[in-house]
T-cell receptor, first 114, second 109 residues
């Protein structure tokens, strides 16, 4: 079974702190994603990466950065946390193939910024 | 305009009912289409991919209309266990994966 693991289930941080959210996948997938999920807004794409050291902005990249130094690990960084970044953060990795394209999600990190 | 749009619902249906969800997408170059299911406080999981010819998996039927840029999901003989949020998604060029906001389904006895 594919496993996508996020480092924390729950996190509480103070305004202005630098926050690191880690995601590791064990299936050698090239594509990885970071989303945030808020009530009524669904999953909004923050950043994605299609290879090591490669990244693309998603729809809401402001206030975030990412790092992909190794294929299995994709990190989301909140440079200076703000209260409007309180959310559920979901990491995913994607396998692309004929008839078997599928995204696998981590269990999510609920981040509260106070 | 959102890239992928869905009616948020909720759809409240009795057990045994047939229910249909639609989803529209704005990028005509989208390459792949999916329905994901998300249970409360859980991560989304793939329900089914959607193919141009339409496809069926048990009580679930998915269809794609490229000309009108929408995908649909039909659930027949609804079960209590079908209660969840259903998310449609598209894979765009470069493997960007975009989700809609989800449709809430509540099946009641």
């Amino acid at each position: 079974d594919v496993k996508v693991t996020q480092s924390s289930r729950y996190l509480v941080k103070r305004t202005g702190e630098k926050v690191f959210l880690e995601c590791v996948q064990d299936m050698d997938h090239e594509n990885m994603f970071w989303y945030r999920q808020d009530p009524g807004l669904g999953l909004r794409l923050i950043y994605f990466s299609y290879d090591v050291k490669m990244k693309e902005k998603g729809d809401i990249p402001e206030g975030y950065s990412v790092s992909r130094e190794k294929k299995e690990r994709f990190s989301l960084i909140l440079e200076s946390a703000s209260t409007n970044q309180t959310s559920m953060y979901l990491c995913a990795s994607l396998v692309v193939g004929q008839g078997n394209t599928e995204a696998f999600f981590g269990q999510g990190t609920r981040l509260t910024v106070v | 305009r959102k890239e992928v749009e869905q009616d948020p619902g909720p759809f409240n249906v009795p057990e045994g009912a047939t229910v249909a969800f639609n989803c529209t997408y704005s990028n005509s170059a989208s390459q792949s289409f999916f329905w994901y299911r998300q249970d409360c406080r859980k991560e989304p999981k793939l329900l089914m991919s959607v193919y141009s010819s339409g496809n069926e998996d048990g009580r679930f039927t998915a269809q794609l209309n490229r000309a009108s840029q929408y995908i649909s999901l039909l659930i027949r003989d609804s079960k209590l266990s079908d209660s969840a949020t259903y998310l449609c998604a598209t894979r765009e060029y470069g493997n960007k994966l975009v989700f809609g906001a989800g449709t809430i389904l509540r099946v009641k006895s």
